[in-house]
Nanobody
Framework: QLVESGGGLVQPGGSLRLSCAAS????????IGWFRQAPGKEREGVSC????????DYTDSVKGRFTISRDNAKNTVYLQMNSLSPEDTALYYC???????????????????WGQGTQVTVSS
């Protein structure tokens, strides 16, 4: 199981750090992706980190603002989010990429073990 945390209410321009913790298995063996879903919109891939060399990927709208990282000793993947805007408001999920050790796209059906999500609300 994956458990996301760290969401909350933040003002535009603020920062949050989301955590994705695993129980029952080691995240270190898998590529991990972050997704988000805003009300009335489809689930959107945000970022992914590969397992073997830590290669990262970001969707264009978050490049330069979000940073994904992993701490295998803590069995946790993080998503540092800076310069947040109201457009970033969504429920954020992490999931295990089932297609191998390197991230390759954000098709939701390629991911497994979704958590319940953590809500991020950016508003003044």
């Amino acid at each position: 199981q994956l458990v996301e945390s760290g969401g909350g209410l933040v003002q535009p321009g603020g920062s949050l750090r989301l955590s994705c913790a695993a129980s029952g298995f080691s995240l270190g063996y898998f590529a991990i992706g972050w997704f988000r879903q805003a009300p009335g919109k489809e689930r959107e891939g945000v970022s992914c980190i590969s397992t073997r060399d830590g290669t990262t990927d970001y969707t264009d709208s978050v490049k330069g603002r979000f940073t994904i990282s992993r701490d295998n000793a803590k069995n946790t993947v993080y998503l540092q989010m800076n310069s947040l805007s109201p457009e970033d408001t969504a429920l954020y999920y992490c999931a295990v990429y089932a297609g191998g050790q390197y991230c390759s796209g954000y098709v939701p059906t390629d991911y497994r073990y979704w958590g319940q999500g953590t809500q991020v609300t950016v508003s003044s």
